[in-house]
């Protein structure tokens, strides 16, 4: 009888669980709003797309992301390809969209690269 009863119990308990985790993947509590006018970067098979994007210099943005791999990824600007001066660094998602803010950039050209796989990188452009 304590076998059946625990054997319930683990049958509820993940249960909820599917149930929880459907709806936090479908709409993140961390990822916020997503701005349908905001330049949008995909990962997809362990690559940026697109890899270069031009934005308006001297305006700040919002920078839509939109992880369709299961993997962990994030967008992070950097001043150049050493990624020694972070710019705006985004929260690390799997399979989630996200937006992050990204400062007004001075005209030129930016690196960006996902910080868990140092392979997926691109280029934004300022003009």
């Known amino acids: 009888m304590k076998r059946l009863f625990l054997s319930l119990g ?4 993940a249960a ?13 509590a961390s990822a916020g709003p ?3 006018n905001a ?14 994007l031009d934005v308006t210099a001297n305006k700040a943005f919002s ?9 962990p990824h994030n967008v992070a600007i950097y001043t150049d390809s050493s990624a020694s001066q972070s710019i705006s660094v985004g929260e690390i998602v799997s399979g989630s969209k996200t937006t992050q803010q990204v400062p007004a950039l ?22």
Do not use: E, W
Not at 18 to 24: F, L
Not at 39 to 52: E, G, L, R
Not at 63 to 71: Q, R, S, V, W
């Open 106 to 127: 001075k005209p030129g050209t930016y690196f960006f690269r996902c910080d868990v796989h140092h392979d997926m990188t691109g280029t934004i452009t300022a003009k």
């Open 63 to 71: 920078l839509t992301f939109d992880n369709k791999d299961g993997a």
């Open 39 to 52: 330049p949008v970067i995909t990962a997809q098979n362990m690559a940026f797309s697109p890899a270069t």
């Open 16 to 28: 909820i669980t599917v149930a929880c985790s459907g709806a936090a993947a479908d709409n993140p």
């Open 34 to 36: 997503v701005d349908p």
């Open 10 to 13: 683990l049958v509820v308990l």
